[in-house]
């Protein structure tokens, strides 16, 4: 089948990049599928996991993390740490730093301890693949009692990639903030690139810090509309792509499936054996627009981020946001506006003026968005302060282990509101 021809292609390319990546026992896989599928590379490998199935099919997404993460701290010979999405890696390792002490103990006394979504007759089976290890849990105790940069390889020193299955889009942030951090000196590879369900292409080149991919021309029918739409634009294949262009995806996944746009936007990058090899750039659905001025979520996390740099000892963890009309009276009485939730690292609180960073450099980078400011059509945009691990709490109450959108819609508004994490 064709996820099988990528899970071949993706094995492969990990085997000639990282020599020693398929060794038997030597991947820790760290997400969570209930529907006990494998993430990313499609299909169990029993030989090559060190962590059962079962781990990552608890019924409570922190459980089947937390599980999973004891028994890759088991394993000291790790060649590859793999999780379905940069969040969730994210998330396990958010564990780690707060409960090392009694993950290391758990290691020492060969056990898992009682916890919600981890069913008593579940435990005893798990509970029964784990031995006694003092001396890796002193090994656990004595790595993060120094802190966390770099842990990921000081924890595992045989360790050659971290594999997740999406690290783009949505998931960038996280790809970055465990790149600098807990992941420092390993390369983060994503290996696969999915649109609206299908498989559509594959990532040869694990070792670049950006993930592009090749395009393989058999495993959906593909159409591109070049951006900007002109009016009565065609479609074109894949062989009459120009390298350096953008284009909307119109896809169609199987025989007899609609031809629909996927709602992405792709950069062709160059080619290879003469595919074509793209990046995606962005979801057209994910736009901020309370006048018509249609900002990019990409773009408007490069305004972010810059003011972000802007704040002395600040680092992005995540952030969301809500055009204000969603919010209805709790918005405030003030002209159409954005609302911004941000979770920082390093910075506890902002002033007005730091606050005020965000809507100038949207002004800078967006004539359109300070020409309405200046008119007065939108108001100035209110930054909040979310709490440490908000985001990761909100990701255990919805239950989906998909990628959340930093653009809100209506849906995902709710999700937040009856999470608490907008309040």
Known sequence: SLPAQGSLLYLDVLRTTFPQALAPQGTALLSWAPS????????????????????????????????????????????????????????????????????????????????PGLPEDVRDRLQALLVPDAVRAAEVRAECAHGFEGIVQRLWPQLEVVVVGMAHGAEKLYRDALHQADCKGLPIYCPFYWAAGALLGVNLWPEEPAPRFLLCPDWAFCEFLPCPAKEETQTVLLGELWEGREYRLVLTARPGEYRCLAGEVLRVTGFHKQCPVVEPVRRDSQVLSVRGENIPEERFCQSL???????????????????????????????????????????????????????????????????????????????????????????????????????????????????????
């Open 305 to 423: 981020c810059r003011a972000v740099g802007m704040w002395p000892g600040a680092r992005l963890v995540d952030y969301v946001c809500v055009e204000s009309a969603l919010l209805g009276a709790s918005s405030g009485a003030s002209a159409p506006h954005y609302e911004v939730f941000v979770e920082l690292r390093g910075l506890r609180d902002l002033s007005e003026g730091q606050r005020y960073k965000l809507d100038q450099c949207l002004q800078e980078d967006f004539p359109i968005y300070k020409s309405f400011r200046f008119k007065g059509s939108i108001g100035p945009l209110r930054l909040h302060l979310v709490g440490a691990g908000a985001f990761t709490q909100l990701r255990e109450a919805l239950g989906a282990p998909r990628p959340m959108p930093r653009v809100l819609r209506e849906e995902w508004l709710l999700h937040l509101m009856q999470s608490n994490v907008i309040s």
């Open 36 to 115: 006990g599928l494998r993430a990313p590379a499609g299909w169990p490998l029993p030989t090559l996991y060190c962590s059962p199935d079962e781990a990552g099919t608890l019924p409570l997404r922190a459980a089947a993390l937390r599980v999973q993460l004891v028994f890759a701290l088991r394993q000291r010979a790790l060649r590859v740490l793999e999780a379905g999405l940069a969040a969730e890696l994210h998330d396990a390792l958010g564990t780690l730093h707060s409960e090392w002490p009694a993950l290391a103990q758990d290691l020492a006394l060969g056990r898992l301890s009682p916890q």
